[in-house]
Protein backbone atom coordinates (compact mmCIF):
# COMPACT_ATOMS: atom_id res chain seq x y z
CA UNK A 1 0.00 0.00 0.00
CA UNK A 2 3.28 2.39 0.55
CA UNK A 3 3.50 2.32 -3.55
CA UNK A 4 0.28 4.96 -3.36
CA UNK A 5 1.92 7.05 -0.23
CA UNK A 6 2.48 9.37 -3.36
CA UNK A 7 -0.57 11.99 -3.27
CA UNK A 8 0.15 12.59 -7.11
CA UNK A 9 0.83 8.82 -7.94
CA UNK A 10 -2.79 7.85 -5.67
CA UNK A 11 -4.31 10.53 -7.83
CA UNK A 12 -3.52 10.12 -10.65
CA UNK A 13 -5.00 6.28 -10.44
CA UNK A 14 -8.17 7.65 -8.04
CA UNK A 15 -9.44 10.07 -10.84
CA UNK A 16 -10.05 7.54 -13.85
CA UNK A 17 -11.63 4.70 -11.47
CA UNK A 18 -13.95 7.43 -9.10
CA UNK A 19 -15.65 7.87 -12.70
CA UNK A 20 -15.69 4.18 -13.40
CA UNK A 21 -16.86 3.11 -10.05
CA UNK A 22 -19.70 5.33 -10.12
CA UNK A 23 -20.93 5.00 -13.24
CA UNK A 24 -20.40 1.07 -13.34
CA UNK A 25 -22.57 1.69 -9.65
CA UNK A 26 -25.15 3.27 -10.79
CA UNK A 27 -25.93 1.42 -13.68
CA UNK A 28 -25.93 -2.08 -11.68
CA UNK A 29 -28.22 -0.04 -9.29
CA UNK A 30 -30.97 0.93 -11.77
CA UNK A 31 -31.17 -2.30 -13.15
CA UNK A 32 -30.61 -4.16 -9.74
CA UNK A 33 -33.73 -2.24 -8.41
CA UNK A 34 -35.62 -2.76 -12.13
CA UNK A 35 -35.16 -6.17 -11.32
CA UNK A 36 -35.69 -6.19 -7.77
CA UNK A 37 -38.86 -4.06 -8.06
CA UNK A 38 -40.51 -5.00 -10.71
CA UNK A 39 -39.46 -8.88 -11.95
CA UNK A 40 -38.86 -10.48 -9.18
CA UNK A 41 -41.48 -11.90 -7.41
CA UNK A 42 -43.29 -10.95 -3.70
CA UNK A 43 -42.35 -13.16 -1.02
CA UNK A 44 -45.00 -15.58 -0.03
CA UNK A 45 -45.10 -14.94 3.64
CA UNK A 46 -43.47 -10.72 3.79
CA UNK A 47 -45.60 -9.89 0.56
CA UNK A 48 -44.18 -6.98 -1.35
CA UNK A 49 -42.69 -5.42 2.05
CA UNK A 50 -39.76 -7.78 0.76
CA UNK A 51 -38.54 -5.52 -1.76
CA UNK A 52 -37.10 -3.25 1.36
CA UNK A 53 -34.38 -6.31 0.52
CA UNK A 54 -32.85 -4.41 -2.50
CA UNK A 55 -31.75 -1.77 -0.47
CA UNK A 56 -31.76 -2.64 3.14
CA UNK A 57 -29.72 -5.88 3.07
CA UNK A 58 -26.87 -3.17 0.87
CA UNK A 59 -27.09 -0.72 3.22
CA UNK A 60 -26.32 -3.03 5.76
CA UNK A 61 -23.33 -4.54 4.52
CA UNK A 62 -21.92 -0.90 3.73
CA UNK A 63 -22.70 0.30 6.95
CA UNK A 64 -20.35 -2.36 8.53
CA UNK A 65 -17.58 -2.36 5.13
CA UNK A 66 -17.51 1.26 6.11
CA UNK A 67 -16.71 1.04 9.72
CA UNK A 68 -13.87 -2.08 9.08
CA UNK A 69 -12.33 0.44 6.33
CA UNK A 70 -11.98 2.70 9.32
CA UNK A 71 -10.09 0.22 11.36
CA UNK A 72 -7.73 -1.27 8.64
CA UNK A 73 -7.06 2.29 7.56
CA UNK A 74 -6.56 3.51 11.63
CA UNK A 75 -4.06 0.38 12.20
CA UNK A 76 -2.07 1.18 9.08
CA UNK A 77 -1.73 4.84 10.12
CA UNK A 78 -1.07 3.95 13.80
CA UNK A 79 1.36 1.06 12.82
CA UNK A 80 2.88 2.32 9.49
CA UNK A 81 2.29 5.64 9.68
CA UNK A 82 0.69 5.72 6.41
CA UNK A 83 0.22 9.41 4.77
CA UNK A 84 -3.39 8.84 3.34
CA UNK A 85 -5.02 6.36 5.96
CA UNK A 86 -6.43 8.96 7.74
CA UNK A 87 -7.64 10.78 4.93
CA UNK A 88 -9.51 7.32 3.72
CA UNK A 89 -10.87 6.94 7.44
CA UNK A 90 -12.31 10.88 7.07
CA UNK A 91 -13.64 9.73 3.82
CA UNK A 92 -15.14 6.37 4.87
CA UNK A 93 -17.00 8.42 7.86
CA UNK A 94 -19.58 10.11 6.24
CA UNK A 95 -21.03 7.53 3.53
CA UNK A 96 -20.92 4.85 6.09
CA UNK A 97 -22.50 7.02 8.37
CA UNK A 98 -25.48 7.42 5.58
CA UNK A 99 -25.52 4.06 4.90
CA UNK A 100 -26.20 3.42 8.69
CA UNK A 101 -28.94 5.52 8.82
CA UNK A 102 -30.33 4.13 5.54
CA UNK A 103 -30.04 0.25 6.81
CA UNK A 104 -32.16 1.31 10.26
CA UNK A 105 -34.60 3.65 7.95
CA UNK A 106 -35.82 0.72 5.63
CA UNK A 107 -35.44 -1.95 8.14
CA UNK A 108 -37.85 0.22 9.92
CA UNK A 109 -39.96 0.44 7.71
CA UNK A 110 -39.76 -3.20 6.63
CA UNK A 111 -39.84 -4.52 10.74
CA UNK A 112 -43.72 -2.93 10.64
CA UNK A 113 -45.94 -4.97 8.15
CA UNK A 114 -43.21 -8.25 9.14
CA UNK A 115 -42.77 -8.23 12.79
CA UNK A 116 -45.93 -5.53 13.97
CA UNK A 117 -43.57 -2.63 15.04
CA UNK A 118 -41.03 -0.08 14.15
CA UNK A 119 -38.22 -0.89 16.22
CA UNK A 120 -37.23 -3.45 18.68
CA UNK A 121 -34.89 -3.42 21.10
CA UNK A 122 -33.05 -6.67 19.99
CA UNK A 123 -29.44 -7.81 19.30
CA UNK A 124 -29.40 -6.73 15.85
CA UNK A 125 -31.51 -2.96 15.40
CA UNK A 126 -29.75 -1.78 18.91
CA UNK A 127 -26.04 -2.91 18.17
CA UNK A 128 -26.98 -1.05 14.37
CA UNK A 129 -27.82 1.98 16.13
CA UNK A 130 -24.59 1.91 18.08
CA UNK A 131 -22.84 1.92 14.69
CA UNK A 132 -24.50 5.11 14.22
CA UNK A 133 -23.52 6.63 17.39
CA UNK A 134 -19.91 5.62 16.49
CA UNK A 135 -19.80 7.39 13.03
CA UNK A 136 -21.06 10.50 14.77
CA UNK A 137 -18.34 10.16 17.24
CA UNK A 138 -15.62 9.89 14.72
CA UNK A 139 -16.70 12.63 12.56
CA UNK A 140 -16.66 14.85 15.55
CA UNK A 141 -13.59 13.55 17.09
CA UNK A 142 -11.95 13.74 13.13
CA UNK A 143 -13.16 17.37 12.53
CA UNK A 144 -12.20 18.85 15.78
CA UNK A 145 -8.48 16.65 15.90
CA UNK A 146 -7.80 17.83 12.40
CA UNK A 147 -8.64 21.68 13.64
CA UNK A 148 -6.08 21.49 16.39
CA UNK A 149 -3.36 20.18 13.92
CA UNK A 150 -3.29 16.76 15.14
CA UNK A 151 -2.17 13.67 13.53
CA UNK A 152 -5.22 11.54 14.22
CA UNK A 153 -3.57 9.13 16.34
CA UNK A 154 -6.73 9.67 18.45
CA UNK A 155 -9.07 9.43 16.12
CA UNK A 156 -7.35 6.48 15.05
CA UNK A 157 -7.52 4.51 18.21
CA UNK A 158 -11.35 5.12 18.28
CA UNK A 159 -11.83 3.64 14.57
CA UNK A 160 -9.79 0.82 16.35
CA UNK A 161 -11.95 0.54 19.35
CA UNK A 162 -15.45 1.35 17.64
CA UNK A 163 -14.06 -2.41 15.49
CA UNK A 164 -15.47 -4.03 18.65
CA UNK A 165 -19.36 -4.01 17.33
CA UNK A 166 -18.46 -5.17 14.14
CA UNK A 167 -18.63 -8.73 15.36
CA UNK A 168 -21.35 -7.92 17.55
CA UNK A 169 -23.79 -6.66 14.99
CA UNK A 170 -22.67 -9.84 12.66
CA UNK A 171 -23.25 -12.23 14.91
CA UNK A 172 -26.30 -10.77 17.52
CA UNK A 173 -28.93 -12.40 15.38
CA UNK A 174 -26.44 -16.52 16.40
CA UNK A 175 -25.79 -14.77 20.30
CA UNK A 176 -29.47 -13.56 20.96
CA UNK A 177 -32.91 -14.88 20.41
CA UNK A 178 -33.69 -11.84 18.20
CA UNK A 179 -36.77 -10.51 16.55
CA UNK A 180 -34.60 -9.89 13.16
CA UNK A 181 -34.55 -12.83 11.55
CA UNK A 182 -31.26 -15.15 11.14
CA UNK A 183 -28.46 -14.97 8.38
CA UNK A 184 -30.02 -15.53 5.16
CA UNK A 185 -26.62 -15.78 3.16
CA UNK A 186 -23.32 -17.54 4.48
CA UNK A 187 -20.11 -16.21 1.64
CA UNK A 188 -18.15 -18.86 4.08
CA UNK A 189 -20.40 -22.23 3.12
CA UNK A 190 -21.77 -20.80 -0.19
CA UNK A 191 -25.19 -21.09 0.85
CA UNK A 192 -28.30 -19.33 0.99
CA UNK A 193 -32.21 -19.64 2.04
CA UNK A 194 -33.38 -16.76 -0.53
CA UNK A 195 -34.61 -18.41 -3.66
CA UNK A 196 -32.58 -17.16 -6.97
CA UNK A 197 -35.43 -15.60 -8.12
CA UNK A 198 -34.68 -12.51 -5.44
CA UNK A 199 -30.62 -13.74 -4.77
CA UNK A 200 -29.46 -12.40 -8.42
CA UNK A 201 -30.87 -8.92 -7.86
CA UNK A 202 -29.95 -8.62 -4.49
CA UNK A 203 -26.56 -9.69 -4.83
CA UNK A 204 -26.27 -7.34 -8.38
CA UNK A 205 -28.02 -4.53 -6.15
CA UNK A 206 -25.36 -5.25 -3.27
CA UNK A 207 -22.20 -4.93 -5.86
CA UNK A 208 -23.50 -2.10 -7.75
CA UNK A 209 -24.23 -0.03 -3.82
CA UNK A 210 -20.94 -0.98 -3.22
CA UNK A 211 -18.89 0.48 -6.28
CA UNK A 212 -20.74 3.46 -5.46
CA UNK A 213 -19.73 3.82 -2.09
CA UNK A 214 -15.94 3.09 -3.58
CA UNK A 215 -16.75 5.72 -5.52
CA UNK A 216 -17.66 8.12 -3.10
CA UNK A 217 -15.19 7.53 -0.91
CA UNK A 218 -12.61 8.64 -3.78
CA UNK A 219 -14.37 11.85 -4.13
CA UNK A 220 -14.11 12.40 -0.95
CA UNK A 221 -10.44 11.94 -0.79
CA UNK A 222 -9.77 13.85 -3.90
CA UNK A 223 -11.43 16.59 -2.45
CA UNK A 224 -9.71 16.38 1.06
CA UNK A 225 -6.52 16.29 -0.66
CA UNK A 226 -7.23 19.43 -3.04
CA UNK A 227 -8.42 21.07 -0.51
CA UNK A 228 -4.77 19.99 2.08
CA UNK A 229 -3.39 21.57 -0.85
CA UNK A 230 -4.73 24.71 -1.05
CA UNK A 231 -4.37 25.31 2.72
CA UNK A 232 -0.47 24.78 2.49
CA UNK A 233 0.02 26.87 -0.55
CA UNK A 234 -1.83 29.30 1.64
CA UNK A 235 0.29 29.19 4.48
CA UNK A 236 3.19 29.29 2.35
CA UNK A 237 1.79 32.57 0.98
CA UNK A 238 1.28 34.03 4.77
CA UNK A 239 4.67 33.10 5.77
CA UNK A 240 6.55 34.67 2.62
Not at 114 to 133: A, C, I, P
Not at 168 to 178: A, D, L
Request: with cysteine; proline share 4%; aromatic share 12%.
Amino acid sequence: MHVYANPARFLKIARPLTAWLGWAGAAMILGALGWGLVLAPAERLQGESVRILYVHVPAAWLAMAGWTGIAIASLMQIVWRHPLAAVAARALAVPGALFTALCLATGSLWGKPTWGTYWEWDGRMTSMLVLLFLYFGFIALAGAEKEKGGEGRITAIFGLAGAVNIPIIHYSVVWWNTLHQGQSISFVRGTSTIDASMLWPLLVSALGFSLLFGAIVLMRMRAELARNKVEARLKRMAGS
